[in-house]
């Protein structure tokens, strides 16, 4: 029972949403259907839309805000010309993740070395040395955006107006009631604007605005477009054909490099320099023996000089008797250095480079969109119109500003003083410092909620009392023992002057503001005078003994 | 007999003036050294007395601004430094003394005045010690210093 009741529910509920949606289509086609040419679309800001196109011929419309009422126009235009332009963009084809090196770091890991002597000359020391290192790479994966070139061609269809003799009506009604709004009060500044009476007041011009009731006819047409009468009309069709290209590009990618220490053997000559016996020179010698043999033999010696750099080879025939005596040669040598060239394959270690990584193709398309351009030839045609002049009185408010004189009492005015530091005297040579004492916003109340005030806008400072201003600054100043920067150094006693005092004079300025309801503004300047005795000393020095 | 007792005193005249001689050029090498001595000495003075001046210009100015002006005494620190600027910048000075309070400086300076001729009769009085002395105290006023 109550899932039929629910059910009837649900079916009532979406009868009447299904009427009320049917009501408001109905709704939105009658308002297209009342506005001749125009499109029931909605555009943001004002200015000419694009509404649509009807019976060949496209329809604008700008809107105006007028007060509370939107006044719309319509305006009726062709066709005029139709291009084909070409646009190149860049469009995103892929991203891809890589890896680039980051940095990398490199360390010793083991160092050997043995050395050898010479065999020939153990004086001399070879060494050869082996180096193990260590190379950490840190890799960080990164995006790469790829990119292609499309070109892409678009229609651009400029309008004109319509031409011929029948002019194109305006739809134009305008309605404007209502109060009108109050302007704001632009003060004129400049001399004689303000005038100060000397007795406190001052016074000046303001605006007083009012309504003024200025009724007007306002004339308007109300136009009715006719049935456009159109000729014959051809069309062009432009194809445009896909073309696309491909390029590709390879590239290797080193994920890692590694270092390792090889072995092996090179072909190396070196130049021994090879001790030689050198022939110098023969000695023949011959003695008589001290004793005799039996019988005659052969002795063969061979001896070194002290300093083994010289040979002997003596060979010598001992005579048998009875004729005893020796005779023998003796063929004398000198020690040499004769280079000899050595060549053999020697042992070499080298650090060989491990890289490691792949090849990955980068694939670019470049081409072009198949789109269709579709243009009309139109001939002549013929607009009618006709248009029903109507006027009706409006009722206007504008409004009008007299201007009138007022004198409003001035506010009292800050009693400034002038600061100083040193206070008693100052001293030649040592920058004193000035500030204004009592400075401040002074504000009086006036008439009709009007508001007076006078505010500081600058000071004149005249250390010397000569009539010069020395120094004019917005700034008033700081109290002693803050260091003011309204200073000034006398370069001279006061003894010069009269009384032997510095007249120190300080004209602060003033801006008269007013405020009649919109805000303070300035009509004019006011400017307060002090005047100070200030004595300035100076410093000697006494000198005795 | 006349000429015979002129004849007697015939070379007296030479030992006289060979006397009066070595007077004079004692007299004269006198009064050079004295006024070498002097020389320096007023020289000494000068510095003494530039020192001194220079220091007594140095105020405290922190004071004299607490004081509004009224309180006018030396910054014992900055006159100090302001003497010895002056006394380092002169090499005649050997030595010098600087004392330094609120109102008083007193600078004492020495040095040697080179002798030209008594170094010829004493060889090791070559120079002799001099010296002098100052004092200044910061004096202010409008019309006149007080």
Redesign the interface.
Known sequence: MWSVMRRLVVFLLATVVGILVGVVGVDMADVRQGIPGAHANSSPGAGWVLAGYQNYYYTYYVTEQVGTTTVTQYLYSEPYQDRVLYTQESRIWAIVWRNRLVNSYTKLLTYRSYCWLNPYYPWDMQCSWVSEYRTDQYYQPYQEVLYTTVSAPYVVTDYRPVYGSVQVPVYQRVQRTGVCSVPIYQFVGGDGAVTFNGDGTFTMWIPQSSCVYSPYINYYQQATVQTVYTGQSCRQKLNVTLQQTSSTTTRYLDTSITYGVQSGQRYQCQTIYWPTWVYWGSRDCSYHASWCPSQGYWESSTYYSGDGLWRYDRSAYHHPCPSCWVSCTEYIYYKTNQPVTDCRYMPYDWIQEYRSGGYYTDTYFSYSFVSWYTTQCWDTYALAATSITQSEWVDRYVPSTSWQQMTLRLPVMPDVQIGV???????TG?ASWFWVENNGISESQGPNGIRVRVVPARYDWDFNGDGVTDLSTTSPGQP??IPSDVRYTYQR???SQPG?VYRVRLTAVYDLQVDVGQGYQTVGQIAQERIRLY??????????? | MAAREAGKERGQVLALTAVLMIGILAAVGLAVDAGLVFSARRYLQGAADAAAAAAAQQIDVMAYRGSQGQVVQLDPSLAYAAAVARLEALPQVESYTVQVSAARVDVTVRGRARLAFLPALLPLARTVPVGASAWAVPRYGIVSAQ
């Open positions: 530091n040193p206070g008693a005297a100052g001293l040592l002693y023992p006693s006061s003894a032997h004595p300035v000393q100076q410093l000697q020095s006494s000198l005795g003994g």
